[in-house]
């Protein structure tokens, strides 16, 4: 398949921040939503190259960081049972606790297990009837339906020794409460392209129109950051509020139907705290 | 290699290219709609300016 690598390329990169910059006439502060466009915005360079009317922020923060501490005790109390291996996506081990976190819990002999996937502890939950498997279930909407496969297999199989300690949060009410906060300043944002995946883009016209922000679903390798900076930064020297998206070749407008069911098959929204943040009504 | 899971994709088939996220195939890679950025820049590259450029943007449907 062609187009892949095409997206890391530092010419039409360059070529596109030329473009940024004749089209910019004021400041603009623009977020991006996913931890993860932060990575490339940093990795890439991007951020250093910027025109300087531009301003980042990054935000509102990555599932990992914004669970709440108490789940994060939770977990490192699950953890140090005798009878209970507790698995989890490699970066939530570093995240601190109160006194602790999960890696310094792994090195005193508890059994934490990092895994790429959570189908995978269903798998261990299989091997270990004896043992209580506990997934500590992070994630946006992205992740929430992968988490949730992993608890219909577990049903499926007749697996009854294996559960999740759930956090998910959700991005557009974060969103909301980012912008109603009479502190934030932001003039646009890129959403995060693959929470879109699963969820479509219907849930940004509401805020697109209410707030007039405009809102460019975005991808994550260096060229769809680029570009979606600059859908915004068009959009925002217009003066128009817009749901764009850049992420076409990934992103459906109606999003993944089979995903979405599953979510709600398992879960159901509740408020949430955002570690540092505080509760955010209906954001988990 | 690692396995994946096609449950959330019932229509992939082989020889598609599918995002994979923790596992989980989320959606299959649209070439037509990723061509759209390069159709685009391409323009940008040639004419150095910004005139006519908006119908090669990915558009939202």
């Given at each position: 398949?062609?187009?892949?690598?095409?997206y890391?390329d530092?010419?039409?990169?360059?070529?596109?921040?030329?473009?940024?910059r004749r089209t910019?006439t004021?400041?603009?502060?623009?977020?991006?939503v996913?931890?993860?466009?932060?990575?490339?915005l940093?990795?890439?360079g991007i951020i250093?190259?910027?025109?300087?009317?531009?301003?980042m922020i990054?935000?509102?923060g990555?599932p990992?960081?914004?669970?709440p501490?108490?789940?994060?005790?939770?977990?490192?109390d699950l953890?140090?049972?005798?009878n209970v291996?507790?698995?989890?996506?490699?970066?939530?081990?570093?995240?601190p606790?109160?006194n602790?976190?999960?890696?310094?819990a792994?090195?005193?002999g508890?059994d934490?297990?990092?895994?790429?996937?959570?189908?995978e502890?269903?798998?261990?939950?299989?091997?270990n009837?004896?043992?209580e498997?506990?997934?500590?279930?992070?994630?946006?909407?992205?992740?929430?339906p992968?988490?949730?496969?992993s608890?219909v297999?577990?049903?499926r199989?007749g697996?009854?020794?294996y559960s999740?300690?759930a956090?998910?949060?959700?991005?557009p009410p974060?969103i909301?409460?980012v912008?109603?906060?009479?502190?934030s300043k932001i003039d646009?944002?890129?959403a995060?392209?693959?929470v879109?995946?699963i969820?479509?883009?219907g849930?940004?016209?509401?805020l697109?129109?209410?707030?007039k922000?405009?809102?460019?679903?975005?991808g994550?390798?260096?060229i769809?950051?680029i570009?979606g900076?600059?859908?915004?930064v068009k959009?925002?020297e217009?003066?128009t509020?817009?749901v764009?998206?850049?992420y076409?070749?990934?992103?459906?407008e109606?999003?993944n139907?089979?995903?979405r069911?599953i979510?709600e098959q398992?879960f159901?929204v509740?408020?949430?705290?955002?570690?540092?943040i505080?509760?955010?009504?209906?954001?988990? | 290699m690692?396995?994946?899971?096609?449950?959330?994709?019932?229509?992939?088939?082989?020889?598609?290219y599918v995002?994979?996220?923790?596992g989980?195939?989320?959606?299959k890679?649209?070439?037509?709609?990723?061509?759209?950025?390069?159709?685009?820049l391409?323009?940008i590259g040639e004419?150095?300016?910004?005139e006519?450029i908006d119908?090669y943007?990915?558009?939202?449907?």
């Amino acid at each position: 398949m062609k187009y892949l690598k095409e997206y890391r390329d530092p010419v039409l990169a360059r070529k596109i921040l030329d473009e940024i910059r004749r089209t910019v006439t004021r400041p603009w502060s623009i977020m991006e939503v996913c931890g993860g466009q932060t990575h490339s915005l940093v990795k890439n360079g991007i951020i250093d190259v910027l025109p300087s009317e531009i301003t980042m922020i990054h935000g509102p923060g990555c599932p990992v960081c914004v669970t709440p501490i108490h789940l994060i005790d939770a977990a490192i109390d699950l953890a140090m049972r005798p009878n209970v291996i507790l698995c989890s996506f490699g970066d939530m081990l570093r995240v601190p606790g109160s006194n602790q976190n999960l890696l310094e819990a792994k090195a005193q002999g508890a059994d934490v297990r990092i895994l790429y996937s959570p189908l995978e502890a269903v798998a261990i939950a299989k091997d270990n009837p004896t043992k209580e498997v506990v997934f500590f279930a992070v994630g946006f909407e992205t992740t929430a339906p992968a988490n949730a496969l992993s608890l219909v297999h577990a049903k499926r199989e007749g697996i009854t020794n294996y559960s999740i300690l759930a956090s998910h949060v959700l991005v557009p009410p974060a969103i909301k409460a980012v912008i109603n906060d009479p502190l934030s300043k932001i003039d646009g944002f890129l959403a995060a392209g693959h929470v879109c995946t699963i969820m479509g883009n219907g849930q940004y016209y509401p805020l697109a129109s209410e707030y007039k922000v405009p809102i460019v679903v975005t991808g994550f390798e260096p060229i769809d950051v680029i570009q979606g900076i600059l859908m915004v930064v068009k959009q925002l020297e217009l003066g128009t509020h817009e749901v764009e998206n850049q992420y076409s070749r990934i992103v459906r407008e109606e999003g993944n139907k089979e995903a979405r069911a599953i979510i709600e098959q398992v879960f159901e929204v509740s408020d949430q705290v955002w570690r540092g943040i505080g509760e955010i009504p209906s954001s988990g | 290699m690692k396995s994946a899971s096609l449950e959330m994709l019932p229509t992939a088939e082989i020889g598609d290219y599918v995002l994979v996220h923790v596992g989980v195939a989320i959606s299959k890679v649209d070439e037509e709609e990723a061509k759209k950025t390069f159709d685009y820049l391409r323009e940008i590259g040639e004419v150095g300016e910004l005139e006519d450029i908006d119908e090669y943007l990915p558009k939202t449907e």
